[in-house]
């Protein structure tokens, strides 16, 4: 099933391109969340004036993310943790716990956009990198320490 879509989708494409698709991807995902159009053959005829209107929104988000990339650069998260006997640590710091975090401080970032291999499980300093738009990123430090 070919689609036009809407909103950038990893693995797949950005705003603007015509992808072909399973059909109960497209149908129960891609459509029903409105990243997506069909791409019928009005649609295919509208494309270039989507493009446009795309093309528009994508600047504007693009000028937005590189702001928020230099107010993120050198931005430090601390976490403390409960450690064991030679400090071992109990549990991690997650995606999730660093998006908390940055959350916290004034940073709308969802943990999708957090670029963390493996979970945190030792203490020390860590340099995090969040993807804030396609190419667009920015490094923070992240600490992890003992709670006492």
């Not at 649609?43 to 504007?60: D, F, H, V």
């Not at 693009?62 to 450690?83: I, N, W």
């Not at 004034?106 to 030792?122: A, H, M, S, W, Y």
């Amino acid at each position: 099933m070919q689609i036009i879509l809407q909103e950038d989708v990893d693995k797949l494409g950005n705003r603007g391109d015509v992808v072909t698709v399973k059909p109960g991807y497209a149908r129960n995902f891609l459509l029903p969340h409105k990243m997506a159009i069909e791409a019928t053959p009005g649609n295919m005829k509208a494309l270039e004036r989507i493009r446009g209107a795309l093309s528009k929104k994508t600047a504007t988000e693009l000028d937005s993310a590189k702001k928020q990339a230099e107010l993120l650069t050198g931005v430090s998260v601390k976490f403390t943790r409960k450690t064991g006997e030679n400090d071992q640590m109990f549990g991690s710091v997650t995606t999730g716990d660093i998006s908390d975090g940055l959350k916290a401080q004034g940073f709308g970032i969802d943990k999708r956009q957090v670029q963390l291999v493996d979970p945190i499980k030792t203490l020390g300093e860590f340099p995090v990198t969040i993807k804030v738009f396609r190419d667009v990123t920015a490094e923070i430090k992240v600490f992890v320490g003992k709670e006492t």
